[in-house]
């Protein structure tokens, strides 16, 4: 038998302990003994073994065997997976049933046989391995259930082009990508594209946006954690490395991330392994990363708030996705585009964009980017009721420009007021002081402070 798997022998007798212990301690990786089965969720979370060999008897002279069933049942309800063989010295054909139909995998009678013990643990620990497996592989068709729609990038600017190229160029490597670019310009599209066109198109895509998880909550979504690491942790949990292992995990918005956060996904980067919490078991993962974010990461680096051995890791290639305002050409694109799909949705009959209407939202500087847009002919299209939308179906925010040129200088802002107070009161000092919600001493106190 090869040695492999965590053995937890259960059993109010010292002596059997001792020969099971001694038995299979050259096959397996490690065990632990108990005599007293109350022990038994605790060896669960803190040694979390593969198989549980439990004695069905432990009071003096009881030989029915419920014991054992009422402990089989407290283990199945804390691991629904873990895999448990009875062993007892009164065997029988009705035990032996009733075991398998409540959740057992197998009956050993005492004194058993050397050979078939081994061989039934050896079974036992591939069984453990295999519905670990199968729990993994439902999580992860699930996650690719859920990333079933094909990403569909709309644009003919140089720039556009440009990143679609270098999206081909990438299709057949592993490489780990870092996608940089403001808020709403389609980062998560191109994460997906990329994954699309690569060899792991067939496995998991697993999406995490960093910037929305506490910090206390890091670890346990993104390494997974065990029943009772934590106080609502009422089952066991695999995080997203795990159930990404073999397909690709997108990290958004990792410019977010603290410096302890940083140091564990480092580790976790380099070692090509996980813990869950409450756990030390080391659990193994392949999953290429995609990571992306709004911040000026390279400026982070340089002022200490990102490690820079962490960055070398996730940007073997760097992906920059560039705004609206430089996608000029794009914008046409796109707004006859969103126009199409939400005149659909609403059963509008909008036909067409007016030229002035075209004209407005070219000449709109879009901080927001697309998902500005995309928002705008989403809410022009259901508050139009002709069929052409013209520019004032279009309430747009004032443009970045404007703001830019406002003084926001509390000073300045406090003189231009009393100003322009004094001006439309014409000298009158009463009815400025009125305009201005101040009292008459206050007003001369400021123009004596700003020397008007």
Request: glycine share 6%; hydrophobic share 40%; proline share 4%.
């Amino acid at each position: 038998m090869q040695k492999q798997g965590k053995i937890l022998i259960v059993d109010d007798n010292e002596d059997i302990l001792f020969a099971l212990n001694l038995l299979l301690q050259p096959h397996v990786d490690k065990i632990k003994v108990t005599t007293k089965p109350e022990r038994i969720e605790h060896f669960m979370q803190s040694f979390e073994p593969d198989v549980i060999l439990l004695d069905m008897n432990f009071n003096k002279d009881a030989d029915s065997g419920q014991e054992g069933f009422n402990w089989l049942k407290k283990i199945k309800k804390a691991d629904p997976d873990m895999v448990v063989i009875f062993i007892t010295a009164y065997a029988d054909m009705e035990k032996a049933v009733r075991a398998i139909k409540e959740g057992a995998t197998d009956f050993i009678p005492k004194p058993w046989e050397r050979e078939k013990l081994l061989a039934t643990v050896a079974s036992a620990v591939e069984l453990r391995k295999s519905r670990h497996e199968v729990t993994q592989l439902r999580q992860q068709v699930a996650a690719l259930e859920s990333n079933c729609a094909y990403p569909e990038i709309i644009g003919e600017s140089d720039v556009i082009r440009s990143l679609l190229e270098t999206v081909e160029k990438l299709k057949d490597t592993d490489a780990n990508i870092l996608i940089l670019g403001e808020n709403g310009t389609g980062k998560d599209l191109f994460a997906n594209l990329l994954y699309r066109t690569s060899p792991r198109a067939e496995k998991p895509f697993v999406q995490i946006d960093l910037g929305t998880i506490p910090e206390q909550l890091f670890e346990s979504e993104l390494f997974g954690h065990q029943k009772g690491a934590f106080t609502d942790a009422k089952h066991e949990k695999p995080g997203r490395f795990e159930i990404a292992s073999g397909g690709t995990l997108f990290l958004d918005e990792i410019g977010n991330l603290t410096p302890p956060m940083q140091a564990k996904l480092l580790s976790a980067i380099e070692k090509q392994q996980i813990n869950r919490l409450g756990s030390t078991k080391p659990v193994s993962i392949n999953v290429r990363l995609i990571c992306a974010t709004n911040a000026d990461i390279h400026k982070m680096v340089a002022d200490g708030d990102f490690r820079q051995d962490l960055l070398y890791r996730i940007n073997t290639i760097e992906l920059h996705i560039p705004p609206l305002r430089e996608r000029g050409e794009d914008i046409e694109l796109l707004a006859n585009f969103f126009h199409d799909r939400y005149k659909k949705k609403y059963k509008k009959d909008s036909r067409n964009i007016s030229i002035a209407a075209m004209r407005k939202l070219k000449e709109y500087p879009w901080p927001g980017n697309v998902r500005e847009l995309q928002h705008a002919m989403e809410r022009a299209v259901i508050l139009s009721s002709g069929f052409t939308l013209t520019p004032e179906n279009f309430v747009l925010k004032p443009t970045a420009k404007k703001q830019k040129e406002l003084n926001l200088n509390l000073e300045q802002l406090e003189m231009n007021a009393i100003e322009h107070a004094l001006l439309q009161a014409e000298g009158n000092m009463n009815r400025a002081a009125e305009l201005l919600g101040v009292s008459r001493f206050t007003l001369y106190r400021k123009i004596e402070k700003y020397g008007l």
